[in-house]
């Protein structure tokens, strides 16, 4: 949505794998399966029938699935519309789609500095 070019797609988590543990990867990471444990990637791709239980902490996450965790982003975080996010967000952007939900605090940065707004957000 933001124009931003990802890096190149390192790992792909398939519909039908359960993954449990640490994963980092200085690329693309893409979950359509079941991921339990902390990602620190470039960017995250959660499918629509991916799911995460564990934070994040990325350049960019687009969630297409279900997360149950905090993110923190460098750059920018986008619900799409059949996303879910339990946990809180911390991004320079966030973009919720239409019919996306997301149960949390968001915090964004002012000019990538250290300087939070927060507010509380739930959308449906």
């Known amino acids: ?60 996450l687009i969630a297409g699935g279900k997360l149950r965790g905090n993110v923190r982003a460098v750059d920018h975080v986008e619900l799409q519309a059949k996303g879910e996010v339990y946990g809180d967000i911390h991004a320079v952007r966030l973009s919720i789609a239409e019919g996306a939900v997301f149960e949390g605090r968001s915090s964004m940065q002012k000019n990538r500095e250290l300087e939070y707004r927060t507010a509380e957000v739930t959308v449906a």
Do not use: W, Y
């Open 1 to 60: 949505m933001f124009g931003a070019k990802h890096p190149k797609l390192e790992v792909v988590i398939g519909s039908e794998t359960v993954f449990k543990g640490e994963l980092t990867s200085k690329g693309t990471i893409r979950i359509d399966g079941t991921f339990e444990g902390n990602i620190s990637a470039d960017c995250v791709i959660l499918g629509e029938s991916g799911s995460i239980t564990g934070d994040l902490q990325v350049n960019v």
